[in-house]
């Protein structure tokens, strides 16, 4: 038997159709039971709105919105509706397809951080579902990892389904909780702008969420973690301070692709809306890209130096007045530079690199080459990826360039050139 207040009863088929077999769990909107068709034998999810909120409008609307999302994206990353109806109590169902599995939420809790692949592959799936949300007009806003499942499909491990949008806003609507001026969510997944202005929400609030759900499958916690009791406005205060204040704290992950952490910190965390990703489908871009590195090979080819006679440092395209000597005057570096081509600048007293190009495995492909070749001069540039924009800053050690500079941006280049750039 169930609780009293639980909308139907185990062993109960609700409208001739599906046996309710066990309660699965219960939520803010409604209680959720595992239940059977009774005449095909296939297994099922059914969502019950809590008794309680029959009569409230607004819990009905938003209810019908996560019927019409899931049932009308048709995603294989978003858990599907394939039907609904009311019991004979009145009470509003969804029955969903049952996910076997495991929700992101216990998987960290089991494993710690994740591989840095997993994540990725995790993440670019989340960011696959929720750019066919947007491109619905469709934003989610409780993106966390608690609706995030992880099951295994045929041969493909960590197969998402993203679940719950029963707070998703089509692009038109507005809703306000009892506190206000805070936007339906979860606290620790809540972009800075659902806490201000939460009437200006858009898909740019969804990133930032895939964000801190990244961040969390990485250091195995979120950014900002909520401290203190459930339900305590104090500390939900001083949560929601915090995330409109305080930076990120940064990922330590010597297992990471360069540019990786500050990535999450600079384009999916950022506090204003506007220096985020302007698409889902920017982030997906970015995800595979980093992806695409952590799964490359060690063995990589780099332009070999060309050692002369004597002791002095030499590279092609780098003249002998220049690497004879080790700081290199303001003429000589111009000169140097002129001769890297025009992708090479000096602004405001830095060595600047800039690519474009639509191919985010190509920008990765650089990536991982110049970190190579940093590795082996011992560098250690600025690179960032900006889609389709990557840019690779060099900042002389003292006041003045060396030769070493030059040389690790000769070499650079000379890849570059090598690779069809």
């Given at each position: 038997?169930?609780?009293?207040?639980?909308?139907?009863?185990?062993?109960?088929?609700?409208?001739?159709?599906?046996?309710?077999?066990?309660?699965?769990?219960?939520?803010?909107?409604?209680?959720?039971?595992?239940?059977?068709?009774?005449?095909?034998?296939?297994?099922?999810?059914?969502?019950?709105?809590?008794?309680?909120?029959?009569?409230?409008?607004?819990?009905?609307?938003?209810?019908?919105?996560?019927?019409?999302?899931?049932?009308?994206?048709?995603?294989?990353?978003?858990?599907?509706?394939?039907?609904?109806?009311?019991?004979?109590?009145?009470?509003?169902?969804?029955?969903?397809?049952?996910?076997?599995?495991?929700?992101?939420?216990?998987?960290?809790?089991?494993?710690?951080?994740?591989?840095?692949?997993?994540?990725?592959?995790?993440?670019?799936?989340?960011?696959?579902?929720?750019?066919?949300?947007?491109?619905?007009?469709?934003?989610?806003?409780?993106?966390?990892?608690?609706?995030?499942?992880?099951?295994?499909?045929?041969?493909?491990?960590?197969?998402?389904?993203?679940?719950?949008?029963?707070?998703?806003?089509?692009?038109?609507?507005?809703?306000?909780?009892?506190?206000?001026?805070?936007?339906?969510?979860?606290?620790?997944?809540?972009?800075?702008?659902?806490?201000?202005?939460?009437?200006?929400?858009?898909?740019?609030?969804?990133?930032?969420?895939?964000?801190?759900?990244?961040?969390?499958?990485?250091?195995?916690?979120?950014?900002?973690?909520?401290?203190?009791?459930?339900?305590?406005?104090?500390?939900?205060?001083?949560?929601?301070?915090?995330?409109?204040?305080?930076?990120?704290?940064?990922?330590?992950?010597?297992?990471?692709?360069?540019?990786?952490?500050?990535?999450?910190?600079?384009?999916?965390?950022?506090?204003?809306?506007?220096?985020?990703?302007?698409?889902?489908?920017?982030?997906?871009?970015?995800?595979?890209?980093?992806?695409?590195?952590?799964?490359?090979?060690?063995?990589?080819?780099?332009?070999?130096?060309?050692?002369?006679?004597?002791?002095?440092?030499?590279?092609?395209?780098?003249?002998?007045?220049?690497?004879?000597?080790?700081?290199?005057?303001?003429?000589?570096?111009?000169?140097?530079?002129?001769?890297?081509?025009?992708?090479?600048?000096?602004?405001?007293?830095?060595?600047?690199?800039?690519?474009?190009?639509?191919?985010?495995?190509?920008?990765?492909?650089?990536?991982?080459?110049?970190?190579?070749?940093?590795?082996?001069?011992?560098?250690?540039?600025?690179?960032?990826?900006?889609?389709?924009?990557?840019?690779?800053?060099?900042?002389?050690?003292?006041?003045?360039?060396?030769?070493?500079?030059?040389?690790?941006?000769?070499?650079?280049?000379?890849?570059?050139?090598?690779?069809?750039w």
């Amino acid at each position: 038997m169930g609780d009293s207040a639980d909308p139907v009863e185990i062993g109960e088929v609700v409208e001739g159709r599906y046996k309710i077999l066990q309660l699965v769990g219960r939520g803010g909107m409604g209680s959720v039971f595992l239940a059977e068709h009774w005449l095909i034998k296939r297994r099922v999810a059914i969502k019950f709105l809590h008794r309680e909120l029959i009569t409230d409008a607004d819990m009905i609307r938003r209810f019908m919105n996560e019927a019409l999302a899931a049932g009308t994206l048709g995603h294989p990353n978003i858990v599907e509706a394939t039907d609904m109806g009311f019991t004979k109590s009145d009470i509003p169902y969804i029955v969903f397809e049952y996910v076997d599995g495991t929700s992101l939420t216990e998987e960290v809790g089991r494993v710690g951080a994740l591989p840095v692949r997993r994540a990725l592959r995790i993440a670019a799936q989340i960011a696959s579902a929720l750019e066919a949300a947007h491109s619905a007009g469709i934003v989610h806003r409780d993106l966390k990892s608690e609706n995030v499942f992880v099951t295994d499909k045929d041969d493909m491990l960590d197969h998402v389904k993203v679940l719950d949008f029963g707070i998703s806003r089509f692009l038109a609507a507005s809703d306000r909780t009892a506190l206000g001026d805070m936007t339906m969510g979860t606290p620790e997944f809540m972009a800075p702008e659902q806490i201000t202005s939460p009437e200006s929400v858009d898909k740019r609030a969804d990133i930032y969420a895939l964000g801190v759900v990244l961040h969390e499958m990485l250091a195995g916690s979120v950014p900002f973690p909520f401290v203190g009791t459930r339900g305590d406005l104090d500390a939900t205060h001083a949560l929601l301070h915090r995330i409109l204040g305080e930076i990120p704290p940064s990922i330590d992950r010597a297992d990471a692709p360069p540019g990786l952490a500050e990535m999450i910190t600079d384009k999916l965390l950022a506090k204003d809306p506007a220096d985020r990703y302007a698409s889902m489908r920017d982030v997906r871009g970015a995800l595979d890209a980093f992806a695409s590195v952590t799964s490359r090979t060690k063995t990589i080819t780099i332009p070999p130096r060309v050692e002369p006679a004597s002791d002095e440092f030499v590279v092609a395209g780098l003249s002998d007045s220049s690497a004879s000597r080790n700081a290199l005057g303001v003429d000589d570096l111009a000169r140097e530079v002129k001769q890297l081509g025009k992708r090479w600048t000096i602004v405001a007293g830095e060595l600047r690199l800039e690519l474009f190009n639509l191919s985010m495995a190509r920008l990765a492909e650089v990536v991982s080459h110049t970190a190579a070749i940093a590795d082996e001069t011992d560098q250690h540039p600025k690179i960032t990826i900006d889609f389709p924009r990557l840019s690779l800053v060099i900042r002389p050690e003292a006041t003045q360039f060396s030769a070493v500079d030059l040389v690790f941006a000769a070499r650079i280049e000379q890849w570059l050139l090598a690779h069809g750039w």
